[in-house]
């Protein structure tokens, strides 16, 4: 038996196995991640975040030449083991998690850079959450055709990749929105090779107030299923939403997710333009689990 210390955080319910592995010695299977994101026989959750210092990963090699103050990595996972580029939800927790724990100090309003295989994120700790720099993004054509349950007609989708990949659907009404079934995962026609997450959006009523553009969404993820909350998806659906509006359209968003409410907001030169996420990010409880199988690289 192998027995892990975990911590388990969440980011407006999307929720997250926190590991500590500073040294980078303790890797997990995707078999073991997929057992301790098990909600009948582990933890439960979305995904699982390993905190390893950057200096003992591959992949942390590449961070820290891109920003020598990157010295923790993010190496995340989906619940069923698949390793994915990004979490906007997860390195929020991540970061709440870091400085919780006493691994990183962070003060209001100081920013702390982060390794990702998406690239260096920067994080800025504010009163009631964090911030996150996501930089660039990029549209993608194409348009796959998306049928899922509940879905009466299949509908075009804007793929669009923010460090992961994203196709987001637009839907006519509240009503559309809830009568998705998720449960089981929509069909993406061509289906991307490396998959994507999916997110459902309607505009809220009225779409802008106050400057600022209002949406709602659902989102299925890729390598979990319908989850409360998507930080990266919720930055695609802003940004798809603000591509159709087209001139004009706000550069700061209100994304409500069924598990409350993230900000996305544009800035930047045309050209040039960068996107943030911000959001609450909480730990909820620690605890430690055994584990039937030897640790093995996954
Ligand atoms: N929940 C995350 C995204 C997690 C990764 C995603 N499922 C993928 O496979 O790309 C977020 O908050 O961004």
Excluded at 218 to 237: H, I, K, Y
Excluded at 264 to 282: C, D, N, Q, Y
């Amino acid at each position: 038996m192998t027995t892990f210390r975990f911590t388990k955080g969440q980011a407006t319910g999307n929720d997250f196995v926190l590991v500590a592995d500073p040294e980078g010695t303790a890797p997990l299977s995707p078999t073991q991640i997929a057992a301790l994101c098990d909600r009948h026989f582990g933890v439960g959750a979305d995904g699982l975040i390993r905190a390893v210092r950057s200096e003992h990963l591959p992949e942390g090699a590449a961070a820290l030449a891109e920003d020598p103050d990157a010295t923790w990595f993010m190496d995340y996972a989906n619940g069923d083991g698949s390793v994915s580029e990004m979490c906007g939800n997860g390195v929020r927790a991540y970061v709440r998690f870091l400085v919780d724990t006493g691994l990183a100090t962070l003060g209001v309003g100081e920013t702390i850079a982060i390794g990702t295989r998406a690239g260096v994120k920067r994080v800025e700790r504010s009163e009631d959450g964090f911030r996150v720099d996501m930089g660039r993004w990029a549209l993608r054509g194409g348009e796959p055709l998306v049928s899922a349950h509940g879905l009466e007609v299949d509908r075009p989708g804007l793929g669009i990749d923010v460090g992961n990949p994203h196709v987001v659907v637009a839907l006519s009404s509240n009503t559309e929105l809830e009568a998705l079934d998720l449960a089981r995962p929509p069909v993406l026609d061509p289906a991307p090779p490396a998959g994507a997450n999916v997110e459902f959006v309607v505009p809220a009523e009225p779409l802008v107030s106050g400057g600022i553009g209002r949406i709602r969404m659902r989102v299925s993820e890729r390598g979990v299923g319908e989850t409360l909350s998507c930080g990266t998806g919720a930055v695609a659906a802003a940004l798809a939403v603000r591509h159709w509006a087209g001139a004009g359209a706000p550069d700061r968003w209100r994304v409500g997710v069924p598990g409350g409410v993230v900000e996305v907001a544009v800035a930047g030169a045309p050209g040039e333009e960068r996107v943030t996420l911000a959001g609450p990010a909480e730990l909820v409880f620690d605890g430690n689990l055994e584990l039937p199988s030897p640790v093995t690289a996954g």
